[in-house]
């Protein structure tokens, strides 16, 4: 409702009955210009309630808590005053005020503490149920390997400080020792579950990369001992390109080629058959290879690696 | 001014404390956090309209957040928590709205 803009804006509206009592002295006044103000009290309250002398005004403050809601509604139409009202609240201390205060600084403080604790568990809370499942199927896996681990080794040290058989039990310790490094190294013959992947290339497009990435995606799913055919593929094996065809070690081969990989055979076959793995790659149209993947309970890897002397490092 | 000091000594404090916060009260701090919205909006919109009453305020504000808190503690315990805290959340928010929209209306007139 457009309000006619008064010169002397005192503070009104905080408390209609003020207003009213106003209108009543206007009323009782002689007649003149203002008493037609005073009869337009609806659209025209800020004139009328602009001669409200200044005894008033105090009395106006005293209200302010308890003005019925009937005059709160002709308060709403009056411009500005609560800003000011709210400016002069806000200056002058009182005991709203510190109660406000209390209440908000516990909101504040609950508030803030409540953001960072959900922060701190954010990680959690975000991931689906099969994710947080197939984490903690990981999570137990892993939990029992260490604890099978540390029974076994528990059980090595109480039979190396009983002393009773001490010198038989380093044997066997070191005898174990070295014959996991001789697999590990290709120079001790292996046998065991896994796989045979046969790589046949019709149009000979079967790269040294391709067949680099297969023995990596090998290695990555668990390989204990890789034969290429039938050269021991180990840690310091190369591949390369020769003259009429590839090359591992030295060694020229041909199509097909025949990766014998002990380790688990579900494990391998899944690390082969995985989207945009081994298969994929050489199966795809640019390639054109066509690969079979056998599992075995038993495998035999016979090829040997022969070890060169290492030149420069020595054992630190 | 007090108020707002309040406000930043509470913020303040929440940052420097680091508290734990008790199990027990873990699942009922943010709806008792909506209720206490839902106080602070309608003390805002009694004082614009001249009604504000700091005695009621107090009264007001910790029923509403212990009837918040009860609500989902007896949910939780029934089985139904998840939804009844959904409805508390809703109700509580509906009310914000109204009394935001009530203190719209008193600043600006729009």
Request: glycine share 8%; aromatic share 4%.
């Amino acid at each position: 409702m457009p309000e006619p803009e008064t010169p002397r804006r005192p503070r009104l509206g905080r408390s209609g009955r003020l207003v009213g009592a106003a209108r009543r002295r206007q009323a009782r006044r002689p007649s003149g210009v203002e008493d037609e103000q005073a009869l337009d009290s609806t659209t025209n309250e800020a004139p009328a309630a602009a001669v409200v002398s200044s005894d008033e005004h105090a009395l106006l403050t005293d209200e302010v808590s308890s003005a019925p809601s009937r005059d709160v509604r002709q308060a709403q139409h009056r411009p500005l005053p609560t800003w000011r009202r709210m400016l002069r609240d806000l200056v002058r201390p009182s005991r709203a005020q510190a109660v406000m205060a209390l209440i908000l600084c516990l909101c504040a403080m609950a508030t803030v503490w409540q953001v960072r604790a959900r922060a701190s568990d954010q990680a959690y809370s975000q991931m689906r149920r099969p994710e947080l499942v197939a984490m903690l199927e990981q999570l137990n896996t892993n939990s029992g390997q260490l604890r099978d681990e540390i029974r076994r080794l528990e059980t090595t040290k109480r039979e190396l400080q009983t002393g009773a058989n001490t010198t038989r039990v380093a044997q066997e310790q070191a005898r174990k020792r070295v014959q996991e490094l001789q697999i590990l190294a290709g120079t001790a013959p292996a046998q065991g579950p896994g796989v045979t992947i046969t790589i046949a290339d019709p149009q000979g497009k079967v790269s040294p990369e391709l067949l680099l990435d297969a023995i990596e995606e090998m290695r990555d799913a668990g390989a204990e001992a890789i034969d290429l055919n039938g050269v021991r593929v180990v840690a310091s094996s190369w591949l390369g390109r020769g003259t009429d065809g590839i090359v591992v070690d030295g060694v020229p081969i041909e199509a097909p080629y025949v990766l014998v990989v002990i380790g688990d055979p579900q494990t391998l076959e899944e690390g082969a058959r995985f989207r945009g793995g081994l298969v994929s790659q050489a199966q795809a149209p640019q390639v054109g290879a066509q690969v079979t993947i056998r599992q075995s309970d038993e495998l035999t890897i016979t090829s040997l690696h022969t070890p060169k002397a290492p030149q420069f490092a020595r054992p630190a | 001014m007090i108020a707002i000091f309040g406000l930043l000594l509470g913020i303040v404090l929440g940052l420097v404390l680091e508290p734990t916060l008790p199990a027990m009260l873990q699942p009922y701090l943010p709806i008792m956090l909506v209720a206490a919205m839902d106080a602070i909006f309608g003390a805002a919109r009694a004082y614009l309209e001249g009604t504000f009453v700091d005695k009621v305020f107090v009264v007001s504000f910790l029923s509403n957040v212990l009837i918040a808190a009860l609500i989902v503690f007896i949910g939780d315990r029934i089985g139904v928590g998840a939804q009844l805290s959904t409805g508390v959340v809703v109700v509580l928010g509906i009310r914000i709205f109204n009394n935001a929209a009530a203190i719209r209306r008193a600043l600006l007139r729009a």
